[in-house]
């Protein structure tokens, strides 16, 4: 990189853990992205949209709203076991708007190609992002594309930015949990980042790990067709579900509690993560949500979801309480109960 | 940059100029950008949204019309006179939303950063956006952060995506050119690219050029307020002016004539395009318009254009007329004609 200006003599107001410049945690969904968000992007562009820090903003525009998202993908290896950068940067927008009860409905796409990289592989990626939103039934309809000379890029970056809109007497937002709501989770955890990293390291179990890259507005469709009382829909991405149920539970100042025995995690991604010593609550997961929700809708919600294909593993896993707000504990096989944290930097570097 | 998969036996099956691999001109605006959009990412994502090409693509939703557009920013050096990668990361997005004569309202920000960006210079670029963003009156309300390891990345990279509002009445595209309109600029052109090309290149009259970059959505308000009788507007940045009249040329089915005496280029910027053997007409700019309007509103729209400081130097350079459709071509001062075509690659890669 080239600093044109002298940064010397420019003192930097802020507290970012003294950092003086940016390491990789500063992009792994930990604290240390939160505190890039809360110390420096919120302060410069102050807004009470910004704010809100849901997957996608909510704009009140010609009088109805509209959710507004966007995400850029810098995923090493570019193809992995169930996907590629190509799909993962259409689910991975489609699924930021469906998280606040929109519809998906129009995607951009922005492209920083690294010169040298095959014009093949720039073909396969663009037909997986075409293949992924005609499945999620969402048109890309404007594009951009840089080059950037060999050694400035990794082959290819990819920012979606979408649009969708929200039904009317949906209110779906991460400040919303309250003492009493359950924990649901769609699926396995895991899944994704296990099956980036058995690339990566070579892992010999790789063939048997893949990512579970999808589109879940369809899901969520299905669920709001059962109730509109859904108070937060969320996709644990980076970080996984330990710094998501972190964030719910310090926007909405409530406690979250887990039970460690019912969180669904496939044999060979516990092996994994048990080899690299990972905790599968802080790996990446591309086509799981979790749903926070009023006990009393929880089994009709339950039952609704696991009749659709990205809902079928659909269980509670914990609850929503009034005591420790803005702290997530899971209780322990063994009887315990652990403090679940957010990682500092990043387990697990460039996963989407 | 790392492929999992092997593309050696893969074919592609597209006419790419027989590229195998991505070269920097495909990045460049030119014939080489348009090749990579008519041949790869239009097959793929075929709908006639995407297929308008505007700078930005026009939603019907809600029961009125949305802009929607999206571009990164691999501008270096990342500060330049008269700005940086963080106020044309604004200004870019606005425009493109201007040029459909919408009213610019809601940006994304995603940032890919390389390990290492010192947070001072973050906080400049940062701090600049958001200068850049109140001067247009828009608001930033969604990002992502991705930080790439030392080596994959060159500083930082901004993507912003915009959402406009498009007046009841206004129609402004790229296929409405028509003979008989007249081709008016807002000011001098060349002036971003040569301000980059001064500090690339240490030339000596380097204090002397200066950037546009500017927001054009203020201007483009005052022009709609007089007339809404305006067929095209772009901004003429990547490739310059020579590009976007092609462009124009080719999607109205009309031919182009500039007179070149007309056309407005600073004195040091013309030297220093002489110097480099650069023609103004391929050079970027980052803060004007073209403008083809009806010839019978053109001297209204001038006036107008002339009391906004965006559109002081606003002047006619040429027409549109029925002969050589898809053609633009250059009366020269000694009173031949010469067709200025695009350029097949960059003449300044990353110039924005």
Redesign the interface.
């Known amino acids: 990189?080239?600093?044109?200006?002298n940064?010397e003599g420019?003192?930097?107001?802020?507290p970012?853990r003294d950092?003086?410049?940016?390491?990789?945690?500063?992009?792994?969904g930990g604290k240390l992205?939160a505190e890039?968000?809360e110390h420096?992007?919120l302060p410069?562009?102050k807004?009470p949209?910004?704010q809100a820090l849901g997957d996608?903003?909510v704009?009140e525009?010609?009088?109805?709203r509209?959710a507004?998202?966007?995400?850029?993908?810098?995923v090493?290896?570019?193809?992995?076991p169930g996907g590629s950068i190509g799909d993962l940067a259409i689910n991975g927008t489609v699924n930021d708007l469906a998280m606040s009860g929109a519809t998906p409905?129009?995607l951009?796409?922005?492209?920083?190609?690294?010169?040298?990289?095959?014009?093949?592989?720039?073909?396969?990626i663009?037909?997986d992002?075409?293949i992924a939103?005609r499945k999620a039934g969402v048109?890309?309809?404007?594009?951009?594309?840089?080059?950037?000379?060999k050694?400035?890029?990794?082959?290819?970056?990819i920012?979606t930015?979408g649009?969708g809109?929200i039904p009317n007497g949906v209110n779906i937002a991460p400040n919303r949990a309250k003492p009493g709501d359950v924990v649901i989770v769609s699926g396995t955890i895991g899944d994704h980042g296990m099956a980036i990293m058995s690339?990566r390291e070579g892992l010999e179990f790789e063939t048997t790990l893949s990512s579970d890259s999808a589109a879940l507005n369809g899901l969520v469709e299905v669920m709001l067709e059962l109730t509109t009382d859904i108070h937060v829909l969320r996709d644990p991405t980076r970080g996984g579900v330990a710094a998501t149920l972190n964030e719910i539970a310090k926007t909405s100042q409530v406690g979250i509690s887990l039970d460690e025995r019912k969180i669904p995690v496939k044999p060979e991604v516990a092996s994994a993560c048990e080899l690299l010593g990972m905790d599968p609550l802080h790996v990446a997961n591309e086509g799981k949500l979790i749903a926070i929700v009023p006990q009393h809708s929880a089994d009709k919600l339950l039952e609704g979801m696991r009749k659709h294909p990205h809902g079928a593993g659909a269980v509670i896993i914990g609850e929503v309480v009034a005591q420790h707000p803005g702290v997530l504990v899971a209780k322990t096989g063994i009887g315990g109960t652990r403090v679940v944290d957010m990682q500092l930097g990043e387990q697990l570097?460039?996963i989407c």
């Open positions: 990189m080239t600093d044109a200006l940064f420019w003192s930097c107001p802020l970012l950092y003086p410049n940016i390491v990789m945690g500063h992009g792994g992205s890039l968000v420096l992007f410069a562009f807004n949209t910004l996608s903003s704009l525009v010609l009088g109805g509209l507004f998202s966007t995400d850029s993908f810098v090493q290896p570019l193809f992995f409905l129009y951009s796409a922005g492209f920083i190609i690294e010169e040298g990289l095959s014009v093949a592989a720039l073909h396969k663009v037909e992002m075409a939103a048109m890309l309809v404007t594009g951009d594309t840089k080059v950037v000379e050694g400035h890029g990794d082959g290819i970056y920012n930015s649009i809109l690339v570097p460039r």
